[in-house]
């Protein structure tokens, strides 16, 4: 099934892929988030807030949407969660639609367009501790940071309309990247 057919979605959720020159807005856009997710959370027992995705590293060619993550002990109120994100403008994409059984997945709209994504996950999940090493690891390392940036804007290209399939071809190079540590 090609989900971004379908003509019942909103028109943020058919964007095509495009990659933008590094901003550093994007970091204090980052931090500013951070900060409102840990208020409008805390009372659902949100543990830990993170700026990720390329959005969080310098010098990175990305797509403008800030990527964040939150950590929480159970999704037992994930409703409420979303009736209280949805007030400042988070939609919640609930799992059967995302595809993604190990997160709860929002995105904040602005003018048709995202904005934010955040990626709500249990304290145990692996995907933690490996978004962060990467986005640490780039940090770190201008080649890999370049590398990836140029993999990125080829990807763009080739899949512009399908957001999917950009996303799964950047996986080689990120399993790449974290498995070098263990060598």
Known sequence: MIRHLNSNWPVWATE????????PVWLEKGRYEVNR????LSPYGVSEV???GSTSIPNLPAKPIIDLMAKISSYDEIEKIAASLKAVNWNYVPPELDGQEWRRFFVKVKNDKRECHLHLMLENEERWEKQLLFRNLLRENPDWTWQYGELKKK???DY?????AYTEAKTDFIKSVLESIDN
Do not use: F, M
Request: zero cysteines; aromatic letters at 0%; proline letters at 4%.
């Open 16 to 23: 095509s892929v495009e990659i933008k020159t590094p901003d």
């Open 37 to 40: 997710l840990r208020e409008h």
């Open 50 to 52: 993170e700026h990720i």
């Open 155 to 157: 990807l763009a290209e």
């Open 160 to 164: 512009k309309e399908d957001r999917e």
